[in-house]
């Protein structure tokens, strides 16, 4: 009998992250959002880990703010019209109706969207401290609120809200410092956060990304 050559395809280059990997195996026909979006409202948002990174909606339920639908949810979250991104956040054909993400592998939810960004609950007086956060994939910037008057330092080490809301806020990536994001309104998970300071006047630029 005669043998037969079999010829095995190298696969195609990828970057590294898992969008890149994911974008391999869609066929050439993908679903728009528009066909995956959900007829009920949604938090057009952006959520960003260290291994994936995916635009989506995500419901508030009961909750009137993101902030209160992340602190108060137990497991993982649910993300509709999702699509998921590569690190530098360019959309891959990665599109699903809905995903169930894991919080706890989240380290920044950020609202895609200027117009009705969320803000901080300031029914107790509070001030704006700019605050310098590093975490295991990033470097960022921004607003936390305090009540005016207490320690900055014992907001930083408490341990909730989990997700602590945060404005005007500029990441870079630590894989790739090309890589730089920003939001007006954003999430960051404090089990993430691996250092913190307050900004000293005249440390951070204009660009507010170190």
């Known amino acids: 009998m ?23 195996l869609i066929a050439e026909s993908a679903p728009t959002v528009a066909d995956l979006r959900p007829p009920e409202a949604m938090v057009a948002v952006e959520l960003v880990g260290p291994h994936l990174r995916l635009a989506g909606e995500i419901g508030l339920g009961r909750f009137g703010r993101l902030t209160d639908r992340l602190n108060h949810h137990e497991g993982a ?14 959309p891959t054909r990665v599109k699903t109706r809905s995903i169930w993400m894991n919080l706890g592998e989240v380290t920044i939810v950020g609202e895609a969207t200027s117009q009705g960004a969320s803000s901080p609950d300031l029914r107790i007086p509070k001030e704006a401290r700019l605050l310098v956060v590093v975490t295991p994939g990033h470097t960022l910037t921004g607003n936390v609120y305090i009540p005016i008057g207490a320690e900055l330092g014992h907001f930083v080490e408490s341990v909730d809200p989990s997700f602590i809301p945060m404005t005007d806020v500029r990441t870079r990536s630590l894989a790739d410092r090309r890589v730089v994001g920003r939001y007006d309104f954003a999430l960051v998970n404090r089990r993430h956060i691996v250092a913190a300071t307050e900004a000293p006047e005249g440390m951070v630029t204009d660009r507010r990304v170190l």
Do not use: C, F
Not at 78 to 89: C, F, M, P, Y
């Open 77 to 90: 979250l649910l993300v509709n019209a999702a699509t998921v991104l590569r690190r530098n956040g360019t």
């Open 2 to 24: 005669a043998a037969v050559a079999v010829t095995i395809a190298e696969p195609a280059a990828v970057d590294g992250d898992a969008g890149s990997y994911l974008d391999e």
